[in-house]
Nanobody
Framework: QVQLVESGGGSVQAGGSLKLSCAAS????????MGWFRQAPGKEREGVAS???????TYADSVKGRFAISQDNAKNTLYLQMNSLTPEDTAIYYC?????????????????????WGQGTQVTVSS
């Protein structure tokens, strides 16, 4: 059974940083395409960043240069380092995993490409 558990969310002032973690179990981590997504109130879920089995990364334009996705295969853990946060980054952040093939690039930021989801962690950025 696949389980994804996010942690590290919280409240921070604009300009601050947070690091999210996602502990994965039941997944052969190194063989899975992983991603971070977010959903703000009243908005659709959107892709933030993804990483493939080889470590190649893709970022949404809105977070390029501010966020960094990484993975520790030994610990079966996915990370999202978020810097220079703005109130527009306020959302519930979700970790997701896919067992099937996903094309590298912006297609890997589509939520419909992922079959496994965590419960989410709230990130609130105040101005």
């Amino acid at each position: 059974q696949v389980q994804l558990v996010e942690s590290g969310g919280g409240s921070v002032q604009a300009g601050g940083s947070l690091k999210l973690s996602c502990a994965a179990s039941g997944v052969t981590y190194s063989s899975t395409f992983m991603g971070w997504f977010r959903q703000a109130p009243g908005k659709e879920r959107e892709g933030v960043a993804s990483i493939d089995r080889g470590g190649r990364t893709t970022y949404a334009d809105s977070v390029k240069g501010r966020f960094a996705i990484s993975q520790d295969n030994a610990k079966n853990t996915l990370y999202l380092q978020m810097n220079s946060l703005t109130p527009e980054d306020t959302a519930i952040y979700y970790c997701a995993a896919a067992s099937g093939w996903i094309p590298y690039g912006y297609e890997s930021l589509r939520p419909s490409r992922y079959g496994y989801w965590g419960q989410g962690t709230q990130v609130t950025v105040s101005s």
